[in-house]
């Protein structure tokens, strides 16, 4: 089956695009590639547009837009691995203004530069800070 035509076809009823990603990923992994693309919420309109622009015959902004998913994951896993202090999102909640459950939120949607392992979230403190930092300098423009 060609790129992008199993969404193209929609053989489901519901869950057509999560099934085309989870079918995207098992390709990727029989070639080899060692991390999934993730594509988060945030990049949904991408996606859309990448999808449309491969049915029209340029594939180019998918495979892009696959490509810095997959990069996006071996960044998130190679900060985890060499950063040495990481917090769980509880803990990372006691220092910031935020909720643990408002914080697995922005991990969910790909705004925060969280990983999970097993059932629970982390984040390294250098993103937390680094979140952090990117709110202030919104509200200080935002002045």
């Not at 009823?13 to 098992?26: D, K, Q, S």
């Not at 999970?116 to 680094?130: M, S, V």
Request: charged content about 30%; overall charge positive.
């Amino acid at each position: 089956m060609k790129r992008g035509r199993f969404v193209s076809i929609h053989p489901f009823a519901e869950g057509n695009g999560r099934t085309a990603r989870l079918l995207m990923n098992a390709a990727l992994m029989r070639h080899g590639y060692p991390f999934i693309a993730n594509i988060t919420h945030r990049d949904r309109g991408k996606y859309l547009r990448a999808l449309f622009e491969a049915d029209q015959g340029n594939p180019a902004p998918l495979d892009n837009l696959i490509a810095r998913s997959v990069e996006h994951a071996l960044e998130a896993y190679l900060r985890a691995v060499e950063e040495p202090e990481v917090l769980s999102l509880r803990e990372a909640s006691r220092h910031t203004p935020y909720s643990q459950e408002y914080l697995s939120l922005l991990a969910c949607r790909g705004a925060i530069g969280a990983f999970k392992k097993g059932r629970n979230w982390y984040i390294t403190k250098k993103d937390l800070e680094r979140y952090l930092k990117t709110i202030e300098a919104k509200r200080r423009g935002n002045r």
